[in-house]
């Protein structure tokens, strides 16, 4: 378990991490909290020449409430950051950061490697996705922009980012006014990656009538190649009052138009029928929540 | 004694070192000039060798030296335990060499390595060396293996075959069958498990050219075996030219008994580079390839009986894969230690079993915590529970009906542990199970399951209670029986202890055991401390080492209490002894005068009159005044075979639920009723327990045969398992003098079978009748599915394929 040999730079400010990614693009691998890169490499998996180590870059770590109500989060924020913010108040982070990975795990893990990996198992994903999250990235040669996280998420281990690009952070969305979010996963046991895992939020914005929700927002992880909204359930319930009636009548969808993932663990049947599970369970909970 | 440590909670002397980081496992040891070895394994199961280049490896940074199969002078990796039984059975032996010359039959085979002076540096070069491979096909389930036109990996074994083995009554277990009111059959499948202790293997050695001796750091349970294996049968190298050194070991489970190709390839490197020092540590991937894996039976049993609850006959057929190459006792664990304890703690006159060993292309099988044990447990238990739906009676009354009496002890088991051949007879000399199950069912509030079962369906759950009624065969063995020709290892089993009190009344203790994180340097210095009636912290307990330790056979089987600590006991008794006698010269008193209280030696009748033993000792050890033919020193060494095998046994109960959406197994409750005998540390004796029982709960959950690392083999964790809930019975074993047992596999041993049964038991009102292990989530959700579609799919009747 010893990785091949590469170079290393740390980079102690955004800029100095943009100059470096831009001399060394392809050949270069940014390496933040090195949860998920380090034991690629060390499998010999991942061969990067050289890491780019952005860990120190103060000016990417830590959360702030923006004027409009957005909560902006820097991309070297860590599960543990996260879990001990008063500003993280979404129920499917309550759900999900408390059980991804372990301790250690979570002191070092950082939200942005977390997606910038895009594992299509992890948990962070399907988080940001429900929560129609934004990314702001910037490169050397083309600056930044801000990418939707539907827009993100591109197959296994694959997305839109740049390899001379830096995700710089995070921003949520204020919650719509009357709203609920859960996060329900069925792990793989070895490894506590998501066989399934579906993040639910439903709300009301102000076209909503009487007792229906008109914002409802559900992504899954693990099932397909790549983390992705379940547009057909949310379809199917938008308008109803999101009770077990309709969601039963709406999470069989959670698979359509995916092609569902088997492996040693769960093959394409179990996995599919566990994403309507989980589908299930997510919405209640949501609903449950309801403020 | 004085001191009454035995028998009490003692923190463990250890600790402060393994929890402090102080410890010194192998991968700790450095020095001076030390180069690291890298194994190149095959990434084929199936393979022939055409070539191997290592011309690019040999030009790289920092190598020193490449070996290949054609560079290892020495013999094949001996197997010392075929299968034997009285008929001289036919084993087809093939072993591994140091690395593989002409074709590999696992992944993970050696076949050459790399040394350099980084072990970064060894690892890049062994990546560039070339194999010319032509890949074979390959086989890894044991069953298809014996069939036509399977690949055949051996030209000595033929359809795959190690050996046919059988013993106990065909005849009259065939009669029994046949007349039976009530026959159950059923497949069984008890999946291969990868041990997975914390520390991985790894060894240093050293060669000096100046002696021309052999020293070599290993992590292992038997050093003293290993020298002699290294010595004897693989390197040629006489016995005393060999010292082999266990540093603290990280946890073993079997894994480290056996004798592995890295010993050979350190010290062979060590040698080609005139003496330096050449490390290798295992990685968690080489770990799992090529470190010995445990279980993987197929089974065809059929269990016999009548209405009333009486078991007459068990028939089982297994084929046992023990991997591409056999591992050094791999034949003796699905045989001796497995079917000759099938019947477990019932009284069933008629046992039949069949064992085939089997070559498959897979990393070679050999003893995992329980080894044999637990395969048969799970046998004889779901037999149990099968036996009692069959004919509706419940699970706990089948039980105890069957029970071997407690006035029926010793008693002779019909799977022929009483005709073993040799010398020895092994008999169950005693037991009591029904206040086990009693305690047990009581604990777990077995009455009111059906409340509990009511409860979890209105919940969407399924709720299942499963009962494991074990046996163990511990504390192993008498060497009349081991050793046997035909039956054991050819071997003896004995242990030793050499007990030395220094001038200063300091006490150490030297044994031939070698704990792997068991706790000995505790659990000996109470026994030798209340024997010498000394404070614990006046005794040491040394260990691990050829140089400086008697010979012993080293630790597995939960022997080390029972044998080696009775050792130690006689040599304490022979110390006391000589003191006695010292004593009587020092008081000028008749040595029939002189009485002994903890370390008191006083003259009868005056109590005014005494020596301490550290007086006794300091006078002894400058011997200034020594009697006539008395030798200076209080330093005494005995050897210990034990008459018997010790028996615990208990009873173990699961409760899980399980999600019907989703098919998660939740263990729910988890009570434990074990009679160990007398406990030396009861702290300890639970630590085993816990440790056992989540071993033996993980394998009835998961495991998986395609898992490369820990991302895909599923270790238990703490936070799945319920706090266990521990009681006993104390029924002290009658054949040492501590009373006890033995306790290092019956949580593993138990464990299984009990949650194996309560998921069984929770599917049944499904029409479920037998699931096999592992027990995984989409596995039970399948066969929910399966059940609710009406399509029993082998899941649910008993009428199954017959070998
Ligand atoms: C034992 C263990 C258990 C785990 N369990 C879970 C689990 O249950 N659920 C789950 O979802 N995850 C789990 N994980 C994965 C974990 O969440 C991720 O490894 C972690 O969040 C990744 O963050 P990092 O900072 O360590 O990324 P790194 O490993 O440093 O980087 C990962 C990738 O992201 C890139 N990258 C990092 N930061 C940036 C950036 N700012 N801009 C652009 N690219 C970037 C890197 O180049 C690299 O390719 C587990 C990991 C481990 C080791």
Redesign the pocket.
């Known amino acids: 378990m010893i990785p091949a040999a590469f170079e290393y730079d740390r980079a102690t400010s955004v800029e100095e991490a943009l100059g470096l990614l831009r001399t060394h693009g392809a050949d270069a691998?940014?390496?933040?909290?090195?949860?998920?890169?380090?034991?690629l490499m060390k499998l010999r998996l991942?061969r990067p020449d050289r890491l780019i180590d952005?860990?120190r870059i103060e000016a990417?770590k830590g959360i702030r409430r923006l004027d409009d109500g957005r909560l902006a989060v820097g991309?070297?924020t860590?599960?543990a950051d996260l879990i001990a913010s008063p500003e993280i108040k979404y129920g499917l982070f309550r759900d999900a950061l408390p059980?991804?990975?372990?301790v250690?795990?979570r002191n070092?893990?950082?939200?942005?490697?977390?997606i910038?990996?895009a594992?299509p198992?992890?948990?962070?994903p399907a988080l940001l996705l429900a929560l129609d999250a934004e990314l702001v990235?910037r490169s050397a040669h083309r600056g930044q922009r801000t990418i939707a996280a539907t827009e993100f998420f591109e197959g296994p281990f694959t997305t839109v980012?740049d390899p001379d690009?830096?995700?710089?952070e995070i921003r949520l969305p204020a919650p719509s006014q009357h709203h609920g979010s859960a996060y329900r996963m069925l792990?793989q046991p070895a490894?506590?990656?998501?066989i399934a895992g579906v993040a639910a939020v439903i709300g009301q914005t102000e076209a909503a009538t009487g007792d229906t929700f008109d914002d409802i927002r559900i992504a899954v992880?693990g099932v397909g190649d790549h983390p992705y909204r379940a547009a057909a359930v949310e379809a199917a319930l938008v308008g109803t009052p999101v009770d077990a009636p309709s969601i039963a009548a709406a999470v069989g969808a959670v698979c359509e138009g995916v092609e569902v993932m088997g492996d040693i663990h769960a093959d394409r049947e179990y996995r599919a029928a566990m994403a309507v599970v989980m589908a299930q369970r997510a919405l209640e909970g949501a609903r449950a929540r309801l403020t | 004694m004085a001191t009454e440590l035995v028998g009490t909670p003692v923190k463990r002397v250890e600790d402060r070192r393994l929890i402090t980081g102080k410890g010194r496992y192998l991968d700790d040891i450095a020095m001076p000039g030390m180069v690291h070895m890298a194994i190149v394994r095959s990434p084929y199961a199936h393979a022939n060798i055409k070539s191997v280049d290592t011309s690019i490896a040999r030009s790289m940074p920092g190598v020193v030296d490449v070996l290949t199969g054609a560079d290892v002078p020495y013999n094949p990796l001996p197997m010392a335990w075929p299968a034997g039984g009285s008929a001289g059975i036919q084993n087809n032996v093939n072993t591994p060499r140091a690395l593989a010359t002409d074709s590999v039959k696992w992944q993970g085979e050696g076949v050459a390595a790399v040394v350099a002076e980084t072990a970064e540096q060894a690892a890049d070069a062994a990546e560039a060396i070339i194999v010319d491979w032509e890949p074979l096909p390959a086989v890894v389930d044991a069953e298809a293996a014996t069939k036509p036109g399977a690949p055949q990996l051996h030209e000595n074994a033929p359809n795959n075959v190690v050996f046919e083995w059988s013993v106990g009554d065909k005849d009259g277990t065939a009669e029994a069958v046949k007349g039976a009111e009530v026959v159950v059959k059923q497949r069984l499948v008890n999946q291969r498990l990868i041990p997975n202790p914390m520390e991985t293997r790894g060894d240093i050695g050293l060669y000096n050219p100046g002696t021309d001796e052999y020293t070599i750091w290993m992590s292992s349970q038997t050093p003293h075996i290993q020298r002699l294996l290294l010595a004897a049968f693989v390197m040629g190298v006489p016995e005393h030219k060999i010292r082999c050194i266990s540093p603290d070991v990280g946890g073993a489970f079997g894994t480290k008994i056996f004798c592995y190709a890295d010993y050979v390839l350190v010290l062979l490197a060590s040698k080609r580079l005139n003496g330096r020092p050449v490390k290798w540590v295992e990685s968690r991937r080489e770990n799992y390839q090529a470190t010995i894996h445990g279980r993987d039976h197929i089974t065809y049993l059929e269990v016999a009986g009548k209405r009333d609850g009486t078991v007459d006959a068990i028939r089982v057929k297994t084929y046992a894969n023990l991997g591409g190459r056999l591992s050094t006792i791999g034949p003796g664990i699905p045989t001796t230690l497995y079917a000759r304890v099938l019947s477990g703690c019932y009284r069933i006159p008629n046992v039949y079993a069949e064992v085939v060993g089997v070559y498959t292309n897979t990393a070679f099988v050999d003893a995992y915590r329980g080894a044999g044990r637990p395969e048969a447990t799970y046998v004889v238990e779901r037999a149990m529970d099968l036996f009692a739906d069959e004919i509706g009676m419940d699970k706990a009354e089948v039980r105890r009906r069957n029970f071997i009496p407690p006035d029926q002890f010793p008693y002779e088991n019909p799977s022929g542990l009483g005709t073993a051949s040799g010398g020895a007879k092994i008999y169950i000399d005693s037991g009591n199970y029904e206040p086990a199950l009693d305690k047990a069912l009581a604990a777990a509030g077995y009455g009111d399951v059906a409340a509990a079962k009511a409860d979890a369906k209105a919940r969407g759950k399924l709720l299942g209670i499963g009962l494991s009624s074990y046996i163990e065969v511990c504390g192993v063995a008498p060497s009349k029986w081991i050793g046997a020709v035909g039956e054991g290892w050819g071997a003896a089993m004995w242990e030793s202890a050499n007990i030395k009190v220094h001038l200063t009344g300091k006490v150490v203790v030297t044994a031939g055991t070698q704990p792997q994180g068991q706790g000995h340097e505790t659990t000996y210095a109470q026994v030798v401390a209340d024997e010498l009636g000394v404070p614990m912290d006046d005794v040491v307990v040394q260990h691990s080492d050829t140089q400086g330790t008697p010979f012993g056979y080293g630790s597995y089987g939960s022997r080390t209490s029972s044998v080696g600590m009775t050792a130690a006991i006689k040599a304490a008794g022979k110390i006391r002894e000589k003191a006695r006698r010292y004593a009587a010269h020092m008081l000028e008193a008749s040595v029939d005068d002189i009485e002994v209280e903890g370390a008191e030696y006083r003259v009868k009748g005056s109590p005014d009159k005494k020596k301490t033993l550290q007086e006794i000792a300091f006078a002894l050890d400058l011997a200034f005044d020594a009697p006539e033919g008395m030798e200076p020193y209080l330093d005494e060494t005995s050897y210990h075979d034990t008459p018997n095998c010790t028996w615990p046994f208990g009873t173990h109960i699961a409760i899980v639920e399980i999600d019907e959406a989703t098919g998660v197994v939740d263990l729910k409750r988890y009570v434990a009723v074990d009679d160990v005998g007398k406990k030396i540390n009861p702290m300890i004796v639970n630590g085993q327990l816990h440790g056992g029982i989540a071993q033996g709960v993980g394998q009835g959950e998961d495991g998986s045969l395609l898992s490369g690392s820990m991302l895909d083999y599923a270790v238990p964790r703490a936070e799945w398992l319920p706090t266990f809930e521990l009681d006993e019975t104390v029924t002290p074993s009658p054949v040492n003098p501590l009373g006890v047992k033995g306790v290092g596999e019956a949580g593993a041993i138990a464990s299984t079978a009990a949650v194996a049964n309560a998921v069984n038991d929770a599917l049944a009102p499904l029409g479920i009748r037998h699931l096999d292990m592992p027990l995984t989530a989409p596995r039970v959700w399948k066969a929910i599915q399966d059940a609710r579609a009406g399509s029993s799919n082998g899941h649910g009747n008993g009428k199954e394929a017959k070998a």
């Not at chain 1, 059980?99 to 372990?102: E, R």
């Not at chain 1, 070092?108 to 977390?114: K, P, Q, S, Y």
């Not at chain 1, 690009?165 to 710089?168: H, N, Q, S, T, V």
Request: net charge negative; aromatic share 4%; hydrophobic share 45%.
């Open positions: 691998k940014l390496i933040a909290g090195g949860q998920s890169l380090l034991p991942a952005i860990g990417l991309s070297l860590t599960y059980t991804i990975a372990d250690q795990v070092r893990g950082t939200i942005g490697g977390a910038a990996h594992d198992a992890s948990d962070m990235c980012l690009e830096l995700l710089i792990e490894s506590g990656f998501a992880t």
